[in-house]
């Protein structure tokens, strides 16, 4: 199999391989594409950046209480107002 071949197969495996939920053999292929493949290695490394960066800003960002308010109202989640 070509690398591209590779690349193009592996590439939808990699959220649940940077999610630490593949497994078996199909998670030992990949690890052995990525030890070859610099461009897969990048692919990786900005995903779990990324994935950082996300959990880091909706971490430190915080919803203003009237815009929460006004969200609730327009759903009609009346009991999550005083939370």
Partial sequence: MSQ???CQHLIGELSEYVDGELRGELC???E???S???NCRI???TLRKTIYLVHAS???ESVPDDVRERLYKCLDL???LNS
Wanted: charged letters at 50%; hydrophobic letters at 35%; aromatic letters at 4%.
């Fill in 4 to 6: 591209k071949h590779d």
């Fill in 78 to 80: 009346k009991e999550f």
């Fill in 43 to 45: 692919v990786v490394d």
């Fill in 28 to 30: 030992a292929e990949l």
């Fill in 58 to 60: 909706a971490e430190s």
């Fill in 32 to 34: 052995r594409h990525l």
């Fill in 36 to 38: 070859d493949c610099e």
